[in-house]
Nanobody, 125 residues
Framework: QLQLVESGGGLVQPGGSLRLSCVAS????????IGWFRQAPGKGREGVSC????????NYADSVRGRFTSSRDNAKNTAYLQMNSLEPEDTAVYYC??????????????????WGQGTQVTVSL
């Protein structure tokens, strides 16, 4: 069974950058599409980005497009979310998730059946 572990969260000032990592174990990541989601206090879960298994297809929420970039290194069984120009509104717990078939790219959370435990991102002075 695929297991996912996120890391890389933390406290950063507005305008700063963070790179989140999502390391997979239990199966090879080649078979899976990866989604990134976030949940801020008192709000519902929001899809942030997705990337297909080859990395050839990516998509982003309008709120992060141009600031966030999804990538992956299947040889390392790891996906990444590079977050630049961070804003206080980006403060949330960030989750990576996976589903197969990996050729798709979607931010519909109902499609995903493997989830990480989340990593906190706080953007504040």
């Amino acid at each position: 069974q695929l297991q996912l572990v996120e890391s890389g969260g933390g406290l950063v000032q507005p305008g700063g950058s963070l790179r989140l990592s999502c390391v997979a174990s239990g199966s090879t990541l080649d078979y899976y599409s990866i989604g990134w989601f976030r949940q801020a206090p008192g709000k519902g879960r929001e899809g942030v980005s997705c990337i297909s298994n080859s990395g050839s297809i990516t998509n982003y929420a309008d709120s992060v497009r141009g600031r966030f970039t999804s990538s992956r290194d299947n040889a390392k069984n790891t996906a990444y979310l590079q977050m630049n120009s961070l804003e206080p509104e980006d403060t949330a717990v960030y989750y990576c998730a996976a589903f197969s078939p990996g050729s798709l790219c979607t931010m519909n959370s109902d499609m995903f059946d493997s989830w990480g435990q989340g990593t906190q991102v706080t953007v504040s002075l």
